[in-house]
C-alpha cells in the first residue's frame, strides 16, 4: 500500500520576481496555445490562471502573498493585449472588441482566483496581528 506525500519544495520557496515569471510564462503560454488554435482564450486559460495562483501561493516563500494575488490578471491581461494586437494587427476598433471579449471569457476565473487569493492574503495579515485581548492581558 503506498502512501502519498506531501510535495516538498527544496530552500525557502520563490522570490518576488521568480512568483511574477513563473505566472507571466505559464499564464502567456496558455494565451498563445489558445488564442492561435481557437482565436480566443477559454477554459485552458482560465484554469492556468487558477493554477498559477494557487501554485505562486503555495511555493512562495512567506511575505509574497500579495504579488502573487496581484500578478495573475495582469499577467493575463498583457498577454492577451499584447497576442490580440499580433494576430488581428493594429486595428483599433477589432483590438477593442477582441480584448474585451478575452477578458470577459475570463472573468469568472479572474474573479475566483481573486477571491481566494486575498482571502488567504488577508487571514495571513489578521493571524500576523496581535489580539487585543492578548494586550490587555499582557498588560495586566
Known amino acids: 500500500m503506498s502512501t502519498v506525500q506531501k510535495l516538498q519544495i527544496q530552500g525557502p ?9 513563473l505566472q507571466l510564462l505559464f499564464i502567456g503560454f496558455f494565451v498563445l496555445v489558445e488564442m492561435t488554435i481557437r482565436t480566443g482564450v477559454g477554459i485552458l486559460t482560465g484554469i492556468a490562471i487558477c493554477a498559477a495562483t494557487f501554485a505562486s501561493i ?12 496581484v500578478t495573475p490578471p495582469l499577467a493575463f491581461a498583457g498577454s492577451a493585449l499584447l497576442l490580440t494586437m499580433l494576430l488581428d494587427g493594429f486595428r483599433p476598433s477589432r483590438v477593442g472588441i477582441d480584448f474585451i471579449a478575452a477578458l470577459a471569457s475570463e472573468a469568472p476565473f479572474l474573479i475566483i482566483s481573486a477571491l481566494y487569493g486575498w482571502f ?11 489580539s487585543k485581548k492578548r494586550a490587555t492581558q499582557q498588560a495586566d
Do not use: C, D
Not at 520557496?13 to 515569471?21: C, S
Not at 503555495?58 to 494575488?69: D, E, H, I, K, L
Open 13 to 21: 520557496g520563490l522570490k518576488k520576481q521568480g512568483i511574477v515569471v
Open 58 to 69: 503555495r511555493f512562495g516563500r512567506p511575505g509574497t502573498t500579495y504579488v502573487s494575488v
Open 120 to 130: 488567504v492574503y488577508l487571514n495571513e495579515k489578521a493571524k500576523a496581528k496581535p
